[in-house]
């Protein structure tokens, strides 16, 4: 019998401390309200293997065959990773340009409006969220300690899945799939996290969420 990856266990945790964390900000996202739900959304392979796993082989399966069969031709492929970027910021170097547009199309995983995997959607549609009407100010606001937080979370997540790798949700599903008819797939490799981007002003603001974060992350297995 295959073993239990704890990590799933980890990653559930950090989504509800992200949650209960997000519940004390004033958020106009309501059930029904899906203009930040576009083909652009990523994910880790952490997150994926968690979404299958939660959904198990059948709803997988249509997973993939709803992915298959809305496939945006133009999508978000990322070049580079949160810790990736964090880690060519230390460095000094040049960060590379990414085209990222809405307009590209609803995400795969959209159904009249609602989110066909809601309760195990992965993090990057979880902290897309507002604080005020989109539809009204033209895009998402958050506040830049959201921001921070943010940033903090996905770097936490790929840190857990450091050997795994990332991508856009739809190469990321089809990129899983045991044939190999899938061409223009593009996903990038996982890296530890050199360094946690948080600006000097926020340090005292997130210590306490670092810490718990770190605590759930470094959890030894069995302990999940
Ligand atoms: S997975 Fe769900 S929440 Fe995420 S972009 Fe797609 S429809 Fe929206």
């Not at 309501?30 to 930040?36: D, L, P, Y």
Request: aromatic share 6%.
């Amino acid at each position: 019998m295959a073993q239990h990856d704890s990590r799933l266990d980890r990653l559930g945790q950090l989504y509800d401390l992200y949650d209960a964390f997000m519940a004390k900000n004033d958020l106009v996202c309501h059930k029904g309200c899906a203009s930040c739900c576009t083909c652009n959304v990523t994910l880790t392979s952490l997150e994926l293997d968690y979404i299958t796993a939660s959904l198990g082989p059948e709803k997988g399966a249509s997973l993939m065959e709803r992915v298959e069969n809305n496939l945006a031709e133009k999508r978000f492929q990322p070049q580079t990773t949160i810790n990736g970027f964090a880690r060519l910021c230390m460095e000094g170097r040049e960060i590379p340009e990414e085209e990222n547009d809405p307009a590209w199309g609803a995400c795969p995983l959209l159904q009249d409006n609602i989110c066909t995997i809601y309760p195990v959607r992965p993090f990057g549609c979880r902290s897309l969220v507002s604080q005020e009407d989109c539809s009204r100010v033209g895009a998402a606001t958050l506040s830049p300690l959201v921001l921070t937080v943010n940033n903090l979370f996905m770097q936490y997540i790929e840190q857990m899945d450091c050997h795994g790798i990332s991508g856009n949700l739809s190469d990321m599903i089809l990129g899983a799939s045991p044939d190999f008819r899938f061409t223009g797939l593009v996903t990038i490799d996982n890296q530890a996290a050199k360094g946690l981007m948080v600006p000097p002003e926020h340090r005292e603001q997130v210590a306490s969420l670092l810490q718990d974060m770190a605590g759930i992350c470094n959890a030894r297995r069995g302990q999940a």
